[in-house]
C-alpha cells in the first residue's frame, strides 16, 4: 500500500523562493535530478527539488509540474505543522516578489498572535 500523498493547495513556481523559505526555517533544500527523491514506495517521478523537514522520516519533493509529494508514514503527529510553515513562508515570499516594483511598499508584518502577515501597500 502506497502512503504518498499530493499536496495541491501550494503550487511552487520558483524553486528559489521555496530554497529562501527553507533557509529562513532552518530546513534542508536540495536540487535534484530525475528520480533522486525517494518516498516510500520508491522514487518520486519528475522530482526537480527536496526539502527535509523536523521530524519526517522521508524529503517533501517538488516535481516539475510544481506540486508538493511527500510520504508522512513514520513521521510524528505534530510534523505537518512544518510543512505548513514551509508552504505559509513560501506564499509570504511568492506574494511579496509578485508585488516588488508594482506596489508602493510590500513587506512582512510579524503579529503579537504569532502569525505573519503580508502588507501591500498599492497608493
Request: hydrophobic share 40%.
Amino acid at each position: 500500500m502506497s502512503h504518498t500523498s499530493v499536496f495541491n493547495k501550494v503550487k511552487v513556481s520558483s524553486l528559489k523562493l521555496l530554497q529562501s523559505a527553507c533557509e529562513q526555517l532552518g530546513y534542508s533544500f536540495r536540487l535534484v535530478g530525475e528520480g533522486k527523491v525517494r518516498l516510500w514506495q520508491g522514487n518520486v517521478p519528475g522530482a526537480v527539488a527536496a526539502v527535509k523537514l523536523p521530524n519526517w522520516r522521508y524529503e517533501v519533493a517538488v516535481n516539475s509540474k510544481g506540486e508538493i509529494l511527500y510520504d508522512h508514514f513514520g513521521s510524528t503527529p505534530d510534523s505537518f505543522k512544518y510543512l505548513g510553515l514551509m508552504t505559509q513562508r513560501y506564499n509570504e515570499l511568492a506574494t511579496v516578489d509578485a508585488y516588488v516594483g508594482v506596489a508602493q511598499s510590500v513587506y512582512v508584518e510579524e503579529k503579537p498572535q504569532g502569525y505573519r502577515e503580508v502588507i501591500v501597500e498599492l497608493e
